[in-house]
């Protein structure tokens, strides 16, 4: 069992900076991927950033991010602390959502939701003058 637990969130301006933590706990081991989903009132839970953990073949870490983001948001990870990270600049108000944090055993890494094997209880973030 893995256990996600997401902090940070809240209310935020437009143009302003928040950064989400989902802190890890369980049973990690071959846990390769993990993500980030978030999900509104009226669209389907969507992926927005994951990260493959790399390992002896493929050595590095590789991220991988949605269109909506890329270049505003940053995943990182912090092993030691077992705690994923989700920088998120230059917000927007079509942010706003609930954040889910996620985790795979399965390669490759994808942020198809259905493909994720644990989920975090979400977070909000609310993005509004």
């Known amino acids: 069992q893995v256990q996600l637990v997401e902090s940070g969130g809240g209310p935020v301006q437009p143009g302003g900076s928040l950064r989400l933590s989902c802190q890890v706990s369980g049973y990690t081991t071959g846990m390769w991927c993990m993500a980030w989903f978030r999900q509104n009132s009226t669209q389907e839970r969507e992926g927005i950033a994951a990260?493959?953990?790399?390992?002896?073949?493929?050595?590095?870490?590789?991220?991988y991010y949605a269109a909506a983001v890329e270049g505003r948001f940053a995943i990182s990870k912090d092993s030691a602390k077992n705690t994923l990270y989700l920088q998120m600049d230059s917000l927007r108000p079509e942010d706003t959502a609930t954040y889910y944090c996620?985790?795979?055993?399965?390669?490759?890494?994808?942020?198809?939701?259905?493909?994720?094997?644990?989920w975090g209880q979400g977070i909000q973030v609310t993005v509004s003058s």
């Open positions: 990260i493959r953990t790399g390992r002896t073949e493929a050595p590095g870490d590789v991220t």
């Open positions: 996620a985790s795979s055993f399965s390669l490759p890494c994808t942020m198809l939701a259905h493909q994720q094997d644990y």
